[in-house]
């Protein structure tokens, strides 16, 4: 079953123009979700997490439990944002944790 | 951040021969440690989840018999692919799920060859 759904495998914008990437979950209960980022060469390392509300590297994202998402968003993209972007979850008792597909973000200069 | 360390990063084995994967936490202990096997340009595919003293839970369509994980101690997970076929190269990644946080902390990853 696809518990999350990120419907972007590539996503361009412009530097200074916002960017929205989009995240779609599917899980019955309340999970938690996250955003993971991948530099190029780099591991993967944790964004951010719903729970804890907070704006890192000036990306934000809101849990919107009606429509099941937690798209991520910047106001202004600049060029170092452009990443491999995943979006995840995890069941409350932590034994699961689950990808998306990823969205590749070009910011183009 | 906390520091997981994964050994070898690569590997390039024969086919029929078994490789095992170390996965370990650095500078914490941790209870859980996931298993993942990402393909080119595709996501990270959940194998199974590795609980410290108990049998690891495996996601549907991964077979046990073939990737054995043991989760010996706190710090170290090891994934062992057993009589390794060439369709078994792949990127394998392990994470380390820090206790009090909850986040997870990866590795560099590990890349399997089976000739």
């Known amino acids: 079953a696809q518990r999350v759904t990120q419907p972007e495998k590539l996503l361009s914008v412009f530097k200074g123009a916002p960017v929205e990437l989009k995240c779609n979950y599917s899980?019955?209960?309340?999970?938690?979700l996250f955003w993971y980022v991948q530099y190029s060469r780099q591991r993967l390392q944790l964004l951010l997490r719903h729970i804890s509300r907070e704006s890192i590297k000036g990306f934000t994202a809101d849990l919107n439990k009606g429509e099941t998402s937690f798209h991520l968003k910047k106001p202004f993209a600049q060029e170092e944002d452009s990443a491999m972007y995943y979006c995840?979850?995890?069941?409350?008792?932590?034994?699961?944790?689950?990808f998306g597909t990823g969205t590749s973000l070009t910011v183009i200069p | 951040g906390a520091v997981v360390s994964q050994h070898p990063s690569r590997v390039i084995c024969k086919s029929g021969t078994s490789v095992k994967i170390e996965c370990r936490s650095l500078?914490?202990?941790?209870?859980?440690m996931f298993w993942y096997r990402q393909f080119p340009k595709q996501s990270l595919m959940l194998m199974a989840t590795s609980n410290e003293g108990s049998k690891a839970t495996y996601e549907q369509g991964v077979e046990k018999d073939k990737f054995l994980i043991n989760h010996a101690s706190l710090t170290l997970s090891t994934l062992t692919v057993t009589s390794a076929h060439p369709e078994d190269s792949s990127f394998y990644i392990c994470?380390?799920?820090?206790?009090?946080?909850?986040?997870?902390?990866f590795g560099e990853g590990s890349r399997l060859t089976v000739l």
């Open positions: 500078d914490f202990q941790a209870t859980t």
């Open positions: 899980y019955s209960g309340s999970p938690e």
């Open positions: 994470s380390a799920r820090m206790p009090n946080t909850g986040e997870l902390f």
């Open positions: 995840a979850l995890s069941g409350r008792t932590g034994n699961q944790f689950y």
